[in-house]
């Protein structure tokens, strides 16, 4: 369980396989955000059908509502949301410093966790690694995170110092909390390699990271607010310091370029709420780029959102015209119809992706991506 | 086509089948609405699979967005959002009315027809039978509606028969304007029946819409405000001055009671917002009568909406507990799951109708409806 193969690479980039309890994941790949138990206005089997290998929860929304008490009664987040693939939460760290704070109070950041007021409701919480790893243990999701600090990417060198080495103090005690609660048959852990975007913090972070004893590794901090070129650049510092056998996890990011350059520079797993974000506000992505649906020239448009797409809103038929009258009217069928076109343009993407890697022309598939990319 | 066949009747109520161009529908039968040419969070596939024999589509909504002919333009309303059932359109008489005015503008009701203003622009209009009939004949639903003044449940009896008098003479302005346009092998056309509360003029109404050429009868202008024993004591009126080879259909009434009380007084046909709006708000219906899923009670309630349910949000086993956490959240997935299940709820109660009737026991299946129901 939770084993690593590499089946070719090309270049940097790699095709693997990663088997998890409930099926294996081929790598390059992208999960689509669940974040409170399902995928904003999909059912599972739509999201299944597009071509979603593994989904990911986030442990701050569940375990403020509904609570990951409630969810482990129902068996686990597979059980409760019925998603019988891969589940993959991550560690709260992230909501905790972007959302858990009211206007006055922002969180209280120690060596121990970290103090916040739920953004619901103002109640008072506490997350610790320990914590953290008991709430992913009763969500009981396949892969699950170390609890680790998500420092702004226009943090000074030395705040990005102290939150790279207290992420790093929280990644040996989360794996050991794992060790503690978990069923490794069951569940696995990565620990995040973090340092904001400064080269010497995040060779270092990993290769601590690396050191840890875990089947994958996470780098976190990179889709926040940085540019593409720190992202890039960033990415470039770490991988080279991460053993080949394990799976690198690049959190947060999910836009076709994004994904194009983290594959390129050796990254095999990818998240983001971008597709079905976008959707909701009449936005797809088509071969050419990001569209925009409410755009006028859409209004009368028979056509489909893109030809010979084989996402099921384009294979049903539906024109652009249709789904423009819908998103305009702010019906809910028309986000999911755009939802799901941009969650198979991802999934597909990385299909191909895969099979360009295990063809030996990634390079010459990245090419061609942007040759139409505008 | 449009040929109506009564399979057997218990007591006033009958059971039957219409023939359309998409398909023949059995009666009594409940018509969901998918006013903008969508029923609302669900896609054509799941509203099939809950037991859909027939759509109701809105004719004023689709004429001021997308414009009906933008509709025409796809091949109808059937092509427009890929439904391949019978579709049923309003003649947009009741939203004209309802919705037509700003504050200062109520619409303007001459015989010629009524001039109001769009509730979404406030863009001057005119809608007449002939104009009505038209934008139906773009839509191309397999049932469309004459055009009809709708008057308050409140109107004295001098206006109640104004606006009688005006829906007579619109009713065969509409059934002269369905010969000039219409192809009566596509479409087929009903006359509406009204007359507010009063029993003199609501057996007036019946007798002359009964005596016009057409396959089935509406009676409208009973869900209007008024009170249960004044809409029954209508439809008691009004059956026994209708042929009975027609299907005749109550707009606008949906609730389970309504719908059986419907039938036992000889109704074949309705339609109501009711099922999906409620679900949007998290109540849902059970053999034991409406139920709101946000009441506390369901919070941690592990089990199904309803035991036995052959919905498919019940055969998939989602929780009360889930669903309440979804709409609490305000979820898409949460409304659609509660959607489904009040549509197969009213689908259900009439395939149960039905069979009752076949069987010659309704009036039994209506108290046994009663003993469950609070």
């Keep these: 369980m939770f084993k690593y193969k590499i089946q070719s690479t090309s270049g940097k980039a790699r095709a693997g396989t990663f088997t998890t309890p409930h099926g294996e994941i081929k790598t390059p790949v992208f999960m689509p955000c669940g974040t409170k138990a399902t995928v904003k206005t999909l059912d599972p089997i739509e999201v299944k059908q597009a071509g979603c290998q593994i989904l990911l929860g986030n442990t701050y929304h569940l375990h403020m509502r509904p609570g990951s008490e409630l969810i482990a009664k129902h068996g686990g987040l597979h059980k409760f949301m019925k998603w019988d693939s891969p589940i993959l939460t991550d560690s709260g760290g992230f909501q905790v410093f972007s959302l858990g704070r009211t206007e006055n109070n922002k969180p209280k950041i120690t060596d121990d966790g970290v103090e916040f007021y739920s953004h619901l409701d103002g109640s008072k919480h506490f997350f610790s690694p320990d914590k953290a790893i008991q709430i992913q243990k009763n969500l009981g999701a396949d892969i699950i995170m170390a609890f680790d600090e998500c420092a702004p990417g226009d943090s000074s060198h030395a705040y990005a110092k102290q939150a790279m080495e207290r992420t790093h103090k929280w990644a040996v005690q989360s794996v050991d909390a794992f060790k503690k609660y978990c069923d490794p048959a069951k569940q696995t852990i990565y620990p995040i390699v973090q340092g904001v975007i400064y080269p010497d913090l995040r060779e270092e972070s990993a290769k601590f990271i690396a050191g840890l004893d875990t089947a994958g590794i996470a780098i976190g901090g990179l889709s926040v607010g940085e540019s593409k070129e720190n992202m890039y650049g960033m990415i470039d ?124 022309v990634y390079a010459e598939f990245r090419r061609e991506f942007y040759e139409n990319w505008k």
Tied chains: 1, 2.
């Design 237 to 360: 510092v770490v991988v080279p310091n991460l053993p080949d056998s394990k799976p690198r996890y690049l959190m947060g990011v999910g836009s076709p370029e994004d994904l194009i350059e983290g594959v390129y520079r050796g990254i095999d797993m990818f998240d983001c709420v971008l597709p079905t974000r976008i959707a909701r506000h009449g936005a797809f992505w088509t071969k050419a780029g990001r569209q925009n649906l409410m755009n006028s020239k859409y209004r009368e448009n028979l056509e489909l959102l893109e030809e010979g797409c084989d996402c099921s809103t384009c294979l049903a038929g539906y024109s652009s015209s249709y789904i423009a009258h819908l998103i305009r009217e702010k019906e809910v069928y028309g986000m999911r119809l755009l939802s799901i076109h941009n969650l198979r343009f991802l999934f597909r993407l990385m299909e191909q992706a895969r099979e360009a890697i295990l063809n030996g």
